[in-house]
């Protein structure tokens, strides 16, 4: 799965606008999360109609498992980037080189 861009998440929020509004199973919340995993999708990518045949070989739990990746991938990853020379020394594993 891959972060969809900026502009990209920015345009997708606003054409499912609705659907955002709630957390309920509805159906056009359940055709947003399909849209944002076959956006999201990078190694295979999903057409809509290949996704729906993706469901009928693997059952609808794996299918929400992807969903549910693609959702954090694009609201809750992120890079989180050291403040000061003490914090990365911390963040560092043991035994890594200092380069």
């Known amino acids: 799965m891959r972060q969809l ?3 990209d998440w920015v345009a997708f929020k606003v054409e499912h606008a609705n659907a955002f509004t709630t957390t ?3 159906t056009e ?3 947003m999360l399909e849209q944002l ?3 999201s999708a990078a ?3 999903f057409t809509i109609e290949q996704l ?3 469901r009928k070989m693997v059952g609808s739990p794996q299918v929400d498992e992807l969903i549910e990746v693609a959702w954090i ?5 992120g890079v989180s980037i050291p403040k ?5 020394a911390v963040l560092r594993r043991p035994g890594q080189s200092q380069s």
């Not at 991938?73 to 990853?77: R, Y």
């Not at 000061?84 to 990365?88: C, K, R």
């Open 24 to 26: 309920e199973a509805t």
């Open 37 to 39: 995993l076959v956006r």
């Open 52 to 54: 729906a045949a993706f």
């Open 5 to 7: 861009t900026d502009d």
């Open 29 to 31: 919340r359940k055709k």
């Open 73 to 77: 991938v694009n609201t809750q990853s």
């Open 84 to 88: 000061s020379p003490l914090s990365s």
């Open 43 to 45: 190694a295979p990518k």
